[in-house]
């Protein structure tokens, strides 16, 4: 970068109170955060300073409680990501931007009518009463999605409504709440799609998407659709369990549970002990919260002593009938068979009752397969269904 921008990018940093060395770090764990080594640092901190040839985006608001955009307004005053957010060319973000009225909506059409921008969803597509179940600037929302969305570069989904229509799309709903994809997909609309899903959806995530979209050009050369999986999610946030990154795996491992009404409960949850029989979800939930944590970097739920209730799990194809909330609930009750290396799908329990903390440790870790074989052989095991129609309600 030429000396005399990268002053002016300096004076930019300092006059929101952040020091070139903080800024340099924060690009570390960005590039961290993109699956990428530290020592590319320094070309993301050039291509944030050089934010004056951003691509546009619009952020879009629909079925949603605007939890995902409270989540953003977190990311800290005066701080990196917010300098971060300042340099992105934002030009409509209905919640938190000062254009009302016609003033807003000639920045969106000004913006679509130019081309080459991202479009941002939040919330869940409402397509219930013929688009009716919701509606701004006159016109049904799925108006603005049809009209919008065919000429964005990408469309990133931020947060599980729009992922897999959330909460917005718990049973019964009545609106007929879906995700982006599954909407998209349903119009044969192409436009791809970068889902970020978590309610609310991780800050943290969203300004390293869209440092690798908007100012690294990833989109512009297709590399970052390479790098997402199945469900548009990309891999190196969600490639990973919860549960592999946790802790409180090593109390997990040893058969050391948290229990509802046990007379230890609450020291054993201090002593850090596994909340899985609490229904904790994080062995079937896919993100790296454990990692990048939350409220700054300060905790996540586990840390903080709540079971992970599975808001990163979600089924994008299927809209909004993989919604996570029908999903996980109910959120403390055990819902699953736990697939173990070498043992198959159990409960955790189970196996620590039947051989021993030490014992099951030694299996996982070590993955002695005849060994695991041999010993978990006749063990019974309890499917989800089994098991919520004996606790019905939940482990009390
Ligand atoms: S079940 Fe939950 S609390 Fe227990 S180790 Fe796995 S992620 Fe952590
Ligand atoms: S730990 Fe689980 S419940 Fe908490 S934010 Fe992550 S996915 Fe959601």
């Known amino acids: 970068m030429a000396q005399e921008a990268r002053a002016e990018f300096n004076e930019l940093l300092a006059a929101r109170g952040v020091s070139r060395r903080d800024f340099m770090k924060y690009c570390g764990s960005v590039a961290a955060l993109l699956g990428m080594s530290e020592m590319y640092a320094p070309q993301i901190a050039s291509a944030i300073a050089a934010g004056s040839k951003l691509q546009p985006a619009l952020w879009m608001a629909h079925g949603l409680c605007t939890g995902c955009t409270e989540s953003m307004a977190q990311v800290g005053k005066p701080d990196v990501p917010t300098v971060v957010l300042d340099l992105l060319s934002l030009n409509y973000w209905e919640t ?7 003033q807003a909506e000639a920045n969106v059409k000004a913006t679509v009518e130019a081309g080459g921008f991202v479009l941002i969803i939040e919330g869940s597509v409402m397509t219930g009463f013929d688009g ?38 718990g049973d019964p709903n009545p609106a007929g709440a879906t995700g982006v994809s599954a909407y998209l997909k349903s119009k044969g609309i192409k436009t791809p799609v970068i889902n970020l899903p978590t309610c609310p959806v991780n800050p943290e995530w969203v300004v390293a998407i869209l440092v ?11 590399s970052i659709l390479k790098t997402l999986d199945d469900q548009g999610r990309p891999k190196m946030i969600f490639g990973s369990t919860i549960h592999d990154n946790c802790p409180r795996r090593g109390r997990f491992e040893n058969g050391q549970f948290v229990k509802f009404g046990s007379p230890t409960q609450a020291a054993d949850e201090a002593a850090g002990f596994c909340l899985y029989e609490m229904g904790c979800k994080g062995p079937q939930t896919y993100t790296n919260c454990p990692l990048v944590r939350w409220n700054r970097s300060l905790s996540w739920c586990v840390e903080s002593g709540s079971p992970c209730i599975g808001c990163g799990t979600a089924d994008a194809l299927k809209g909004g ?10 959120f403390l009750s055990r819902s699953n068979n736990v697939r173990l290396p070498f043992i198959g799908g159990v409960q955790p329990s189970t196996i620590g009752a039947a051989i021993g903390g030490v014992a099951a440790a030694g299996l996982v870790v070590h993955g002695i397969a005849s060994v695991a074989k041999g010993r ?6 309890e499917t989800e269904k089994v ?9 009390k």
């Open 387 to 395: 098991h919520d129609a004996k606790k019905k309600g939940g482990d």
């Open 96 to 102: 938190v931007m000062a254009a009302a009225g016609d």
């Open 212 to 222: 690798d979209v908007l100012l690294e050009g990833k989109l512009a050369d297709g």
């Open 132 to 169: 009716n179940a919701f509606r701004v600037a006159g016109k049904t929302g799925l108006d603005e999605i049809n009209e919008i969305a065919p000429k964005a570069l990408a469309v990133i989904a931020v947060g599980s409504c729009a992922v897999d229509g959330g909460w917005v799309a």
């Open 321 to 330: 009938k993989g919604n996570w909330v029908d999903a996980s609930t109910p």
């Open 376 to 381: 978990v052989k006749g063990v019974p095991t």
